[in-house]
């Protein structure tokens, strides 16, 4: 296992369209976050997962996102009816307890 | 919820000078605080962290004071090398949660 992967790496969609993007964690961790980060600015807290449990989402995911781990191991974000503020980089991380976060690479969605 | 202010926003040294970015903290209970480097385009990496019953910590050029009375905590780069230019980013973590800062970008200039 070489590290948290993020698919797909680049996505531009229409604004309307819905998205998906998938993290799979180091394989070993259990807990996994996912962040957006816009240009010049630090990662924001979305939500995260411990094992398949979703324990807290921020005030940022809107009804139109919604977040799954169904068995623990990969996670999906999706955005429904994207808009053109969504255009960010989401980024995932993954810890095992308390010891230190490794991010994936992020995907980068632009909506035009 | 948790903020954390970093400072300064940019910065630029000479190859060689030290480089020290300084990051505050709102919230008591938070007890981990990493610091991650970011390349254009990748993600995060952690490059040290502290716990809060640690006062300082030190990786060959990097290290991390931390001063909890206070809500401080500042990174140290010494010796700065031109492949050290890029965006860090300070965080503290409560309750399993990590709170970002803005970032800092630093050029090391050759």
């Known amino acids: 296992d070489t590290g948290v992967s993020q698919d797909p790496r680049h996505k531009i969609t229409k604004r309307g369209q819905n998205v998906t993007f998938r993290c799979d964690p180091i394989s070993e961790h259990n807990r996994l976050y996912w962040y957006r980060q816009t240009l010049g600015q630090g990662p924001e807290f979305l939500t995260y997962f411990q094992n398949e449990a979703q324990l807290e989402k921020s005030r940022l995911l809107s009804d139109r996102f919604s977040a799954e781990r169904p068995k623990g191991s990969f996670s999906t974000l999706e955005i429904q009816r994207t808009e053109q503020g969504d255009s960010a980089m989401y980024l995932c991380?993954?810890?095992?307890?308390?010891?230190?976060?490794?991010f994936g690479q992020g995907t980068r969605l632009t909506v035009v | 919820g948790e903020n954390v202010e970093q400072h300064p926003s940019t910065l630029s040294v000479q190859e060689g000078d030290s480089a020290v970015i300084k990051c505050t903290y709102s919230?008591?209970?938070?007890?981990?605080f990493p610091w991650y480097k970011q390349e254009l385009g990748k993600g995060p990496q952690l490059i040290i962290d502290?716990?809060?019953?640690?006062g300082e910590k030190k990786d060959q050029r990097i290290a991390v004071t931390l001063n909890k009375t206070a809500k401080h905590f500042s990174l140290h780069i010494t010796e700065t090398q031109p492949e050290d230019s890029a965006v860090y980013f300070c965080?503290?973590?409560?309750?399993?949660?990590?709170?970002f800062g803005t970032g800092t970008k630093l050029q090391v200039i050759p």
């Open positions: 991380a993954s810890t095992l307890d308390q010891t230190e976060a490794f």
């Open positions: 502290i716990r809060s019953n640690v």
């Open positions: 919230d008591s209970a938070s007890n981990y």
């Open positions: 965080a503290a973590s409560a309750y399993q949660k990590v709170t």
